[in-house]
């Protein structure tokens, strides 16, 4: 090709194709047709070809490539590990909440009931992600579930179901290849190919298969300073900031469209977790008005339906007036949560106590 420009622009291109060992002034218009064709068809082939690769390794056993290297994911955040576990068939039912749910061992409640549970648990997960992973779990289900665990915190009051506090991957949850397929084009999946082969040749551990996660080691509390800083900051009233003073609660219209699609002899047990007194809304604010509004909601909810279940603990009791039993003021020690525990298992066995 004859470079246009000035001379000195000439010279410059050609010294650029000199270091590159490019004679730049003996390209012609056919050339760079050619090169242009060749660069597109290997782009795009190398595109095509690490697509497929993706689809054929599924690094974040999705179920859909026919081929399965090893069970499981590698250790990785619960919002992508809990697509393998959600599918996973050694489970007939699930616990399915953010954080606030965390502490509730699946092992517990598969011992005291013999049910095997999952923990498909979104830390800062808000109603459209966890309904998500709902829908997810139960689109692997060969047969109905046996129980279903959910926990209900204040975010579940929210008028906006579109909120959405942190990234989610919808696509790795999609029934759709084609949102699958668009979904693989980023970078995050190529780390996921990487980690799963890491995983597979045995230098990357296993996420825990039934999803549980003791955050007690996160907060690493245990010196007398720690323990006074925790209890100064549990002391401060948390304010509530999102607060629903309408009628319209449309987390709770989405669940109870869900527990209709359930056979009655699924238990649901909907949980609405411990939380610290100074964390409830204060005496006289909107906070405090909207509360028993929302409790209704979810509490009509569980009358409507045969087999489903309050266990209420978002409340003014003596638990959640020591200290001692949280971290924060939403995040509880696995002491608190042994109650919550032998609680749920009564209420699945059918052996629940009065309410306090």
């Known amino acids: 090709m004859q470079l246009t420009g000035t001379e ?30 060749i660069f597109a068809v290997g782009a795009f082939g190398f595109l095509f070809g690490l697509l497929s690769l993706m689809l054929l390794i599924d690094p974040f056993d999705t179920g859909r490539s026919p081929i399965r290297l090893k069970e499981g994911v590698p250790q990785q955040g619960p919002r992508t590990a809990n697509v393998s576990r959600g599918r996973d068939p050694a489970f007939d039912s699930a616990i399915i909440g953010n954080s606030r749910v965390q502490m509730i061992d699946p092992a517990v409640l598969t011992a005291g009931t013999g049910i095997p549970f999952v923990a498909l648990v979104v830390q800062g997960g808000l109603p459209k992600e966890l309904l998500t992973t709902w829908d997810w779990f139960m689109a692997h289900r060969q047969k109905p579930p046996k129980a279903m665990v959910l926990g209900i915190d204040g975010v579940w009051c929210s008028d906006d179901l579109s909120k959405q506090a942190n990234p989610f991957p919808y696509w790795l949850y999609s029934l759709s290849t084609l949102d699958y397929l668009q979904g693989l084009f980023r970078s995050s999946s190529l780390s996921g190919l990487r980690n799963y082969f890491s995983y597979v040749i045995g230098q990357r551990p296993q996420a825990p298969r039934n999803g549980f996660w003791n955050y007690e080691s996160v907060y690493g509390v245990g010196t007398p300073e720690q323990l006074a800083h925790m ?45 610290y007194i100074t964390g409830m809304p204060e005496q006289g604010t909107p906070a405090a008005a909207a509360e028993p509004v929302c409790r209704d909601i979810f509490a009509k909810l569980a009358e409507e339906r045969p087999n489903t279940h309050i266990v209420d603990w978002r409340l003014d ?28 298992v009564a209420i699945i066995d059918g052996k629940r106590a009065a309410q306090p």
Do not use: C
């Open 317 to 344: 009791r003596p638990e959640n007036r020591d200290p001692g039993n949280f971290f924060d003021h939403t995040h509880y020690r696995r002491s608190l949560a042994e109650r919550l525990e032998a609680e749920i």
């Open 231 to 275: 209890r100064g900051e549990l002391d401060k009233p948390q304010g509530t900031a999102d607060v629903n003073l309408g009628t319209d609660f449309p987390a709770a219209r989405a669940i109870a469209e869900r527990l209709a699609a359930l056979p009655a002899d699924t238990t649901v047990v909907l949980v609405r977790p411990p939380v």
């Open 8 to 37: 000195a622009q000439k010279e410059r291109v050609a010294g650029i194709g000199r270091r590159l060992g490019l004679p730049m002034r003996d390209v012609t218009p056919a050339t760079w047709r050619r090169f242009v064709a």
